[in-house]
């Protein structure tokens, strides 16, 4: 069965500061990795998603995530936080689609912080 | 529309009630799924169709869920005799037919059981 740890239920950070958000994960096979945000009140939107072309995936709003197999981690950061960047961050991992399981298990999420 | 919408986005129900929860997905999306996401948690499969076929409904926690897409577009999930555990956001997303899994999440709907 697959799993997805996120430590950190609520990560504080300045604006300006580095952001740095932990995902592990498990998977019996290589799996799609995925990063979503969530607004209050909103539903989730996709930030980035990993499928094997390459370990270090760019997404929107100036993210990136790096695979690495070895500690089974893929781990969010940003280089400058914004104000609008506070919101809550969910790590998510699906098998690849050729095995047939399309579900998105999900870590418990992270709530960001930025403080002015 | 744009993207995936769902209806009402907020529920309030009585204990013992049913309800029905409605999800538009987006033009062309054959798959389609639910999730449950409750207070300070991450979203857990409910179900899973493509097209009209329900492939997968090994999430849904009782008997008293239950979801149909009769026409292989919109879908409704409906929770009977609602109980106070049920109490939750309803997420639904779908799926275009190539790609590599990335999900598109309506708003959600907030159900309350009161």
């Known amino acids: 069965a697959q799993s997805v740890t996120q430590l950190g239920s609520h990560v504080s950070v300045s604006e300006g500061a580095l952001v740095l958000l932990r995902c592990n994960y498990s998977?019996?096979?290589?799996?799609?990795l995925f990063w979503y945000v969530q607004y209050p009140n909103q539903g989730l939107q996709l930030l980035l998603k990993?499928?094997?072309?390459?370990?270090l995936v760019k997404g929107i709003n100036g993210f990136e995530a790096e695979f690495k197999k070895s500690e089974t981690s893929f781990h969010l950061t940003k280089p400058s936080a914004h104000m609008s960047d506070a919101a809550e961050y969910f790590c998510?991992?699906?098998?690849?689609?050729?095995?047939?399981?399309?579900?998105?298990?999900f870590g418990k999420g992270t709530k960001l912080s930025v403080i002015p | 529309g744009a993207g995936v919408s769902q209806s009402p986005r907020y529920k309030v129900a009585k204990r013992g009630q049913d309800v029905a929860l409605r999800c538009d997905p987006i033009?062309?999306?054959?798959?389609l799924f639910w999730y449950q996401q409750a207070l300070g948690q991450g979203p857990e499969f409910l179900t899973y169709?493509?097209?009209?076929?329900?492939?997968?409904k090994s999430g849904l926690p009782s008997d008293r869920f239950f979801a149909e897409r009769p026409e292989g577009s919109v879908s409704t999930l409906k929770i009977q005799r609602t109980q106070q555990e049920d109490s939750a956001v309803y997420l639904c997303?779908?799926?275009?037919?190539?790609?590599?899994?990335?999900?598109?999440f309506g708003p959600g709907t907030r159900l309350t059981v009161l």
């Open positions: 998510a991992v699906s098998d690849q689609i050729e095995a047939g399981s399309y579900q998105l298990t």
């Open positions: 998977s019996s096979v290589p799996p799609y």
């Open positions: 990993y499928t094997s072309a390459a370990t």
């Open positions: 033009s062309g999306h054959v798959s």
């Open positions: 169709f493509q097209n009209e076929a329900q492939l997968d």
């Open positions: 997303a779908s799926l275009p037919p190539s790609g590599f899994n990335e999900q598109f």
